[in-house]
């Protein structure tokens, strides 16, 4: 049974930095695809960072490069994604999402079948 958890999200000033984690169980991480997504009220999820476990490339969006940066443990467990010098604009739900299979499309929403509860961050001073 694959099981995604997450935690790690709270209440940050701008400027701030959190650490999400997403503690993954049921399935073979280091052979899977992984990505954080994030919706922010009234608009679509998208995704954040993205990578196949196996690759050395990351994928991050415009919006947070430099900022976030996604790794997993050597356990090959669990993926974190820390988030430094935080913007009002980074506020909203983070979800992990994780596939078992390679698929090069591993940014997009619908190529994911598992995925964490979510995670609430807000940014406010």
């Known amino acids: 049974q694959v099981q995604l958890v997450e935690s790690g999200g709270g209440l940050v000033q701008p400027g701030g930095s959190l650490r999400l984690s997403c503690k993954t169980s049921?399935?073979?991480?280091?052979?899977?695809?992984v990505a954080w997504f994030r919706q922010a009220p009234g608009k679509e999820r998208e995704a954040v960072a993205c990578k196949g476990v196996s690759s050395e490339n990351t994928y991050y969006s415009d919006s947070v490069q430099g900022r976030f940066a996604l790794s997993i443990d050597n356990a090959k467990t669990t993926v974190f994604l820390q988030i430094d010098n935080l913007e009002p604009g980074d506020t909203g739900v983070y979800y992990c999402?994780?596939?078992?299979?390679?698929?090069?499309?591993?940014?997009?929403?619908?190529?994911?079948?598992?995925w964490g509860q979510g995670t609430q961050v807000t940014v406010s001073s």
């Open positions: 999402a994780a596939e078992p299979y390679w698929t090069s499309e591993y940014c997009l929403t619908i190529r994911y079948r598992f």
């Open positions: 049921g399935f073979a991480l280091r052979e899977s695809v």
